[in-house]
Structures are given as C-alpha cells and as structure tokens.
C-alpha cells in the first residue's frame, strides 16, 4: 500500500471495529433470562467453576474459555441453568460470560477486513465485507449470548487470516523469515483451537491443509528447488500445520479433566476404569471382594466404551415388543435396578449360605434382579428391536424360573496376562483353564444362553417409549467376536467375603480422550430435536428461508429473540456466490483462448480468481457436509459458512462495479470513469443500514417485547417478507 493511503487503512480498520463492538455490545443484559442453549453452555460453566465431571458432545476448549469468563467476572457457579425462560435473578453475574461471547463475535469483522485486505490489496472490498458483517441481524444475535459459536467463528477467522499471511509470504518467496514462521505457527495454534471448541472446526483444516497442499507442490515442482529444501518446507508445516494443533487439542483435553476432577452427571456414560479417576466416585478408591461369589450382589457394565450397566424394571414388553415379559435394558445410571444376584445353576439358594464358592469360568448361572426377584431368561422369540436376535427378559417368580435362565459364564479377558487362549468353532476366545476365578473390574466375560446358545448382548438401539428410551438388550445368536456381548462386574457387594483395595488400572491420558470421544460421537449421534425446538435442513440457510426462536420469554411483555439473517445481506451472498462462478468461468475462457488484456485488468482477475477461489471453497468446506450428516441440524451450523460468503460478496461486489467502469471507459469517449462504482456504494451501503434497522429488533431491540408480528403495534408489523420466517 501506498504510504499516502496507510492512514485510511487504520481509520477504516478502526472504525469497523468500533461498529463491531457497539452492534455486539448494545443491550447485552437484555433478556434477563436463560435464552436458548444458555441452558447448556451456562450450565457447563457451572460444573467448571465447581470443578464437578459432566459430559457433552463438543471438545472442552470453548466450555473452558466461557467457563473462564464467569469466573473472572464474579460468577460463582451456583445458578441452575435449567431451562429456557428461567430469570438469572439480581445477584447472578452472567453478563461476564456474555460479554466475552460478544467479543469473540466483535473480533470476527476486524480480522475479515485484514483477510480481505491481504487478498486483495483493496480497501473498498474489505470495507464491504465488514459492513455486510456488522449489519447483519444474525450475525450480531449468534454473538452476545452464552454460545459456542462466536467462539467457533473467531477461531475459524484467525486460523483463515494467519493462512492467507502463509500464502503471501509464499507468494513473496519470503520462507523461513521469523515473520514467516510466526504466522505458521500461529495458524496451527488457531486451528488447534477451532478443531478444540466444536468438531466441525475440522472444515477450516481441510481448508487450510488444502491450501498448504497446493503450496508444497508449488514448491516440488520448482526446478530450482532441491529435494532437502522441499523436504525441510514439508517438515516446518507438518511441525506446525500437524503436530501443534494436536498438540492444543490434547492440551485443551487435559486441562478439562484437570479441572473436573470431581464426580458429576456423566460418570455413568464411562467406563470403571474412567470412573475410578473421579473423586467421590464409588469407583474411586473402591474397596470391595476381588473374586466374585456365589450370593454375590453385583452390577454388570456392557464392555464397549461407554457400554451401560444391565438393567431391569418392574415393566413388561408390550406385544409389538415380543413375549410379555419383564424387560430388560442397558441403562447408564446408577440405579438399585442395576443390581442382580449371581445364583448357581441348582437355583437353591441355601447353597450360596453353606459355604463361600467362587464362580469360575465355565460355570452354569442364573441372575437373580434383586428388586423385583426374576431371573435373567431368554427364548426364541425375536428381539423387539434386533430381529435377528433373541428376547431377552426377566421371569419367574421370587427367585424360580425355568431352563431358559440358565447361562454360561466365560471368561474372554481376565486382569492378569493369560497365555492359553483358543477359540473353537463359532465360539469365543476363552480360557482353557476352568479354574480361573471372574474377578470384579477386571475379569471381561460372556454370559451365554444354555438352551439356545446365544450371548447377552447390548444392541446400543434405544427403545420406544414403552422402553422409557433406554438401551435395548437382546441375545445373538452369534456367540463372541463383538464387545458388545462382553460384560464385566463393576461393583460387588458379598458380607461373607472381605472387601480388598482394588488396584484398579487408572487409564492414561490418552485413553481418557479416546474413550471421550467414543462416548461424545455416540451422543451426538442420538441427538433428536425437542419437541418445540426448530430444526432445518441446509438447502434453507443461504436463502435465509427460516430463522431460529432463541427466546420467547415466559410472560407477556418479555422480551422475543428471533435468530435470522439481515435479508439484503444474506440474499445479497447468494446472488454473488453465481456472480463469482460467472467470473471465474469468464477468466478461465480467457486463459484458454489466449486473450491479451491490458496489465492491470488481468491482474485484476488473477487477484480476484484467486482470493475469491479459496473462500468459495472455505464456504463449500463450512457448508456442503451438512448435507451428508444424519443428526439433527439448526440454522445456526451455517454462521461459520457465512463468513465465507461474506468475504466473498466484498472481493465480487469491489471488483464488478469497478471493471464495468473500465469496460466503459474503453468503449465510451463520456468521462466519468468510477460512476458506477461509486453510485453503487451510495446505494448499497445505505440500504444495508436500512435493512439493519428495520429487523434490528428480532436481535435485541424493546420493540419486539410481547408482540408478534401480526400486532399492528408491533415494529415487525409488514416485515414478514417470507412465510416461514415465525416471529
């Protein structure tokens, strides 16, 4: 940049975001109540500051950081979050937490305006951007509430600009300055943080390795480039690019389990082990008999990573369910309905008082449910859910059944290192040595039908309602070679027997953040929409075609959020996402058939096809897979993507006015060279503003108070340009 011009650059940068800040900032304290997932994110927040274990379906980093915030501002950790609706009250410091969100959301428009200007080197295009960025109604709503997302989003946006400093300094041949490996590095680290706040900061990596990809081969295929300096080139990126964003994302893990380091509502979603590292958990620092016995009381946990523990209740099966038997689930709570005796097959239990005996390998069982006192059972009847599987139920009465409650119990993996492992035909690994003992934590086993020979298995499919949505549990006729089928004892209650410190084997770091995220795909997977929530599909967000209730308060003349995208802003993005396809077709065709074009027309569009390239493709990245997800999806996915598009509109919307005006003036003996461009930015620039104004209410002003729409006294009254925008 010409040094006459510096000084508009800093006036510009800081007068957007000053903007940034005063649309974020206005009526942050307003609503005065829980509004949306604030009921989560606040909640989470809680549990940090009160160091007590939950779980969740995204990393930590974000959590911790809002966490963080309260805490610094006086927020004590004590408000319920409970639901949507609930008042925070005079003494409840959440405005800290707000405060923060906003400011992640605030940063995302400086930072745009930098990206844009080291694309193009063109003030009026990052001006644009930003303008389309501060006014939009959406944008200033997902950012000054409790959430992840301007979290999210500021990580994306410093991730995108410190990549955009890498490819200049490529582009300059500038390799291996300090500047050069400071913005590297730093673009490890912010995408480090963005894959750490939500996994779907894992589009920006895509984005960013794609980038780094092209440069690698840009750099090979140089001839005056030797192999050790494009080797030294791959290791540098691989050392920042690879090894640190892991490194941020393991640091963020062990930070969480640092802090949570108290039991909570998500211990029972982990395994024993897990569990043994949390204090004030029955697990932690367990005493209890080693070997289990006969008369024994214990639960059974599922052996998959966060498997459930057996479970029944005093409900039977409806006929669309099977055999009108007591059921049988996986349940992830603890629960006196966990618990069953261990009985011999004789189904005396006088014998269990004789004399202590030890159940070993190989043994013939039947499992008393100690609260309702039915035995385990199975018959050939199909599954409810797996019909390919076995009913499994609870029959009988006070302890008496029939054959089909008998089980074999065999040992698959026992706590201490066995060497005589075979497997027979359709059968088990299991262990050769019938003496073996089943021992509490550690022993893994199989219980296996004797009349039908199938395993009691855990399908990990969730019941109907008559099920109470718990896990179902069946027997498969395909005995072994699926954890699902293993099981082991977690607690052991024997008064006969002398309890034993169990030096349970505590799992390391990493196998803590395996076995989260094991557990967090699964729950997010499961997810299913409330029964008021407002779910879309993605083809709806460019076309701003529903927005979202964030808040409709609990009484009349509480204040209504609704979440949805400025509609010049965003209508705007969706008719120059075609533009710019139009330009790089035109650009390409021009390539191709030679054409000269004066110097500075063609650097013009070099420019623009290349900026314009990579956040098409960072829009793509942020936007087409949710097409592909099977869980459930809300407008506000697409916020990370409107960014893109964002910064798109201003590289098109600087570029077309300006180049029409060229063409112009090459055809036309008229002055006026820069009219176009000029009567456009009077034009669109204040319409923007307008519209900003008009559905600046659905964000955060009084005026939407108690009124809907339909009210002539409401300020939305003829706003609903679309049918199914609900406010």
Not at 170 to 176: A, C, E, T
Not at 291 to 317: C, D, F, K, Q, W
Not at 474 to 496: I, K, L, T
Not at 685 to 706: E, I, K, N, Q
């Amino acid at each position: 940049m010409e040094p006459k011009y510096r000084w508009l650059y800093f006036i510009v940068l800081v007068w957007i975001t000053l903007g940034a800040f005063l649309t974020r900032y206005d009526m942050l304290a307003s609503p005065s109540h829980v509004v949306w997932d604030e009921t989560h994110f606040g909640k989470f927040a809680s549990y940090y500051i009160n160091r007590t274990f939950f779980l969740d379906v995204h990393p930590p980093l974000g959590k911790m950081a809002i966490a963080f915030a309260g805490y610094m501002t006086g927020y004590d950790g004590s408000f319920a979050f409970e639901k949507p609706g609930q008042r925070y009250g005079e003494y409840v410091e959440y405005l800290g937490m707000r405060r923060f969100c906003a400011f992640c959301g605030a940063m995302c428009i400086p930072l745009a305006y930098l990206t844009v200007f080291t694309l193009t080197g063109s003030l009026i295009a990052a001006f644009l951007t930003c303008e389309l960025l501060i006014y939009d109604t959406g944008m200033v709503t997902i950012s000054q509430y409790i959430l992840l997302d301007p979290i999210l989003m500021v990580s994306i946006m410093f991730s995108v600009y410190f990549m955009v400093c890498v490819q200049t300094y490529h582009r300059l041949g500038r390799h291996f300055t300090v500047g050069w490996w400071i913005h590297l590095a730093m673009t490890g680290i912010s995408l480090g943080c963005a894959i750490s706040v939500k996994w779907v900061g894992l589009f920006v990596v895509l984005l960013v390795g794609l980038a780094t990809a092209c440069e690698l081969f840009d750099i090979l295929t140089k001839i005056d480039k030797s192999l050790p300096v494009v080797l030294k080139h791959f290791l540098a990126r691989s050392a920042c690019l690879i090894v640190l964003p892991i490194a941020v994302y393991i640091l963020s893990f062990a930070v969480h389990f640092h802090v949570l380091s108290k039991s909570g509502s998500g211990d029972a979603f982990f395994s024993s082990a897990f569990q043994s590292t949390l204090d004030g958990n029955g697990m932690a620092n367990c005493t209890m008999p080693a070997e289990v016995a006969y008369g024994s009381v214990i639960t059974l946990r599922n052996g998959r990573i966060a498997g459930g523990l057996l479970h029944s209740h005093p409900h039977l099966y409806p006929a669309e369910g099977g055999v009108q038997q007591q059921q049988i689930t996986e349940y992830h709570h603890r629960d006196d309905n966990n618990k069953w005796i261990i009985r011999r097959e004789s189904d005396s239990s006088s014998c269990e008082k004789s004399s202590v005996r030890f159940v070993k390998h190989g043994d013939y069982i039947r499992l008393e449910h100690l609260m309702t006192r039915r035995l385990l059972h199975s018959h050939y009847h199909k599954a409810p859910l797996s019909k390919k599987h076995y009913q499994a139920t609870a029959y009988g009465f006070n302890g008496s059944g029939d054959t089909n409650d008998v089980w074999q119990i065999q040992i698959v993996m026992a706590g201490t290192p066995l060497t005589a492992l075979a497997k027979s035909d359709g059968s088990p690994f299991v262990v050769r040595d019938r003496s073996q003992h089943v021992l509490a934590t550690k022993s893994r086993v199989i219980l296996v039908h004797k009349n039908s020979y199938c395993s009691l298995h855990a399908t990990s499919k969730a019941l109907p309602k008559w099920g109470f949505e718990q896990k179902e549990v069946s027997c498969n006729p395909r005995v072994g070679g699926d954890v699902a089928g293993e099981w082991m004892v977690e607690n052991h209650y024997n008064e006969r027997l002398s309890n034993t410190t169990l030096e349970t084997l505590k799992p390391s770091l990493l196998e803590k953040i395996f076995e989260s995220h094991i557990v967090m795909a699964q729950t997010n997977s499961g997810f299913k929409p409330k029964p008021e929530e407002q779910t879309s599909r993605p083809w709806m967000w460019p076309l701003d075609y529903q927005g979202q209730t964030f808040s409709v308060g609990n009484k009349e003349g509480d204040m209504r959020v609704y979440l949805l995208g400025n509609p010049v802003v965003w209508w705007t993005n969706g008719v120059v996402i075609m533009l710019y396809v139009a330009i790089a077709a035109l650009h390409l065709c021009i390539l191709r058939r030679g054409i000269v074009l004066p110097e500075a027309v063609a650097l013009d569009f070099e420019r623009t096809f290349r900026a314009g390239g990579w956040l098409l493709i960072g829009w793509l990245l942020h936007y087409v897979p949710f097409f592909m997800m099977g869980r459930v999806l809300y407008f506000h996915h697409y916020f990370p993507a409107v960014l893109f598009n964002a910064m798109l509109s201003g590289v098109v919307l600087d570029f077309l006015p300006r180049n029409i005006d060229k063409a112009w003036s090459l055809v036309s003996t008229r002055p006026g060279r820069g009219v176009l461009q000029t009567t456009f930015l009077i034009v669109f620039v204040p319409t923007v503003f307008v519209s900003f104004g008009l559905f600046s209410p659905l964000a955060y002003d009084r005026a939407m108070m108690g009124k809907r729409s339909e009210d002539p006294r409401s300020e939305m009254h003829g706003l609903k340009w679309l049918s199914s925008w609900d406010f």
